[in-house]
């Protein structure tokens, strides 16, 4: 079976630029969820969704971080205009069932560096 | 505010040795615990997860949750090399209905 896919896997980028990342989540999974990493923070929840509305979206860091998930298989998350604060690596990962009592699976990331 | 910590290393044990990675969580309500193994430049890989209390084996892989002393733990027997990684616990909360909370993950080096 296919897991999460995400896209790109790398993005390198001038500050101020829009940056579009995109997730497949695995098929049937309903609950779909965006996590930014870094050394510091560790893993942050950024915004979940569940059967493609969005639920909660308060680990979004500002209002140049948006989210959709038009349809059950594709998501995006977009930064406008994007800051070097902004690099890291942003993962998706889906889950069937449960918002926290199934297992996420999780995509391989995209690294973001903003320059 | 819900938390999980884990101390965060590194962990060294040599090869062949029994690995002990700990985990406190906050929420006293928390009824699903997750073990998450990553690679380093990878993304997290769902290794074990337990419901109740004790233990639970899977392999080389002992997850042990004691919900009094609100601790998890994952021992990882015969420790190999290929198991140096960062290993994240995961809880969730006592409503259910938000996401799980990860800790900042523990380093683990297993020496050759």
């Known amino acids: 079976d296919a897991g999460v896919i995400q896209s790109p896997r790398h993005e390198v980028t001038e500050m101020g630029q829009e940056v579009t990342l995109r997730c497949k989540p695995i098929?049937?999974?309903?609950?779909l969820f965006w996590y930014r990493q870094t050394m510091m923070r560790g893993l942050e929840l950024l915004i979940y969704?569940?059967?493609?509305?969005?639920?909660?979206d308060s680990g979004m860091p500002e209002d140049r971080f948006s989210a959709k998930m038009p349809n059950a298989s594709f998501s995006t998350l977009k930064i406008q205009p994007s800051e070097p604060r902004d690099s890291a690596v942003y993962f998706c990962?889906?889950?069937?069932?449960?918002?926290?009592?199934?297992?996420?699976?999780f995509g391989d990331g995209t690294r973001l560096s903003i320059l | 505010q819900k938390e999980v910590e884990q101390n965060s290393g590194p962990l060294s044990v040599p090869e062949g040795a029994i690995a002990s990675l700990n985990c406190t969580y906050s929420?006293?309500?928390?009824?699903?615990f997750f073990w998450y193994r990553q690679y380093s430049g990878k993304s997290p890989e769902l290794i074990m997860s337990i419901y109740s209390n004790g233990d639970k084996e899977d392999g080389r892989f002992t997850a042990q949750l004691n919900k009094a002393s609100q601790y998890v733990s994952l021992l990882i027997r015969d420790s190999q090399p290929s198991d140096s990684a960062t290993y994240l616990c995961a809880s969730d909360s006592l409503s259910g209905n938000t996401p799980l909370v990860f800790g900042k993950g523990t380093r683990l080096s297993v020496i050759a």
């Open positions: 098929s049937g999974h309903d609950y």
């Open positions: 990962a889906s889950s069937l069932g449960g918002v926290s009592n199934q297992p996420q699976h």
């Open positions: 969704f569940n059967n493609n509305v969005p639920i909660d």
């Open positions: 929420d006293r309500g928390s009824q699903s």
